[in-house]
C-alpha cells in the first residue's frame, strides 16, 4: 500500500538526517496522499541508520493504522502531523525537527524575525511562533492539542506563505505541497534561524526588513506574477 509514498517518506526523513537537521531519533517527515486520505509517516524512535521503506507507518486521519505490513508504531508526533493536514488542506507534507537554531528560537519563545532577502525568497514574513499549551492541553492528549495549537496561530495567516512555525518551547514544524518541499522549507528555515541570531549578536536593535523589499523578494519567486527561475515551455 502507497509504496511510492512511503520509498518518499523514508528518503525524507533520511534527508533530514543528511541535511543535518536531525540528531539522534530527533524528528520525523510524514506525507499525505489526499484522494485516499492516508497519512505516511515514520516509525517512532526508530535508527535512522537501520530505517527502511517497510518501516514506514501508514494512518488514516484519525490516527488509524491503515497498513499492517509494517509491525512498528507510527511516530509519537504522529498526531500533531493529523491535526496540520486536517487544518491546512494545501499542505501534503510535514517535517519535525529539533533542529540547532530553530530550536533555540522555539525555547526563548520568540519568532525569527525577517532581517534579510534570504528569509524573505521562502517566508512571507517572520516565523510565527505558536504559544505554549495549557497544563490541560498537556495532560489530554498532549501531540494533538501542538498541531490545534498552531492551526489557530494560522487563524489569520497563509499557511502557504508561512510555511513554518515555532512551536513555543518545543521545536519547529514546516510544510509543503509535497514532503520534498516540507524537507526544503525546514532546512532553509534552520539557515534563517542561524542568520538571524547571529544578527541579533552583532546587532541586538536589528531591525526587519522593510516590507516593500519583503514583498518583492517572496513574490517574485511566488507571486501570481513570479518571474524567478526558468518559465516551463
Known sequence: MLEEL?????????????????????????????ERGLVVIKPSGVDYGIMAVEHMAVVD??????????????????????????????????VHTHSHYATCFAQARRPIPCFGTTHADYFHGEIPLAPPLTPEEVAEDYERHIGEVIARRYAELDPVAHPAVLAAGHGPFAWGATVEKAVEAASVLETVARMAAQ????????????????????????????????SEK
Open 6 to 34: 512511503k520509498r518518499r517518506v523514508c528518503k525524507a526523513n533520511l534527508d533530514l538526517v543528511r541535511a543535518g537537521l536531525v540528531f539522534e531519533t530527533w524528528g520525523n517527515a510524514s506525507a499525505m496522499d489526499r
Open 61 to 94: 486521519l484519525d490516527g488509524h493504522t491503515a497498513d499492517r505490513s509494517s509491525k512498528l508504531k507510527p511516530s509519537v508526533d504522529t498526531a500533531t502531523h493529523l491535526a496540520l493536514y486536517r487544518a491546512f488542506p494545501a499542505v501534503n507534507g510535514i
Open 199 to 230: 544578527t541579533l549578536a552583532l546587532t541586538p536593535q536589528a531591525q526587519p526588513l522593510e516590507p516593500y523589499l519583503l514583498d518583492k523578494h517572496y513574490l517574485r519567486k511566488h507571486g501570481q506574477g513570479a518571474y524567478y527561475g526558468q
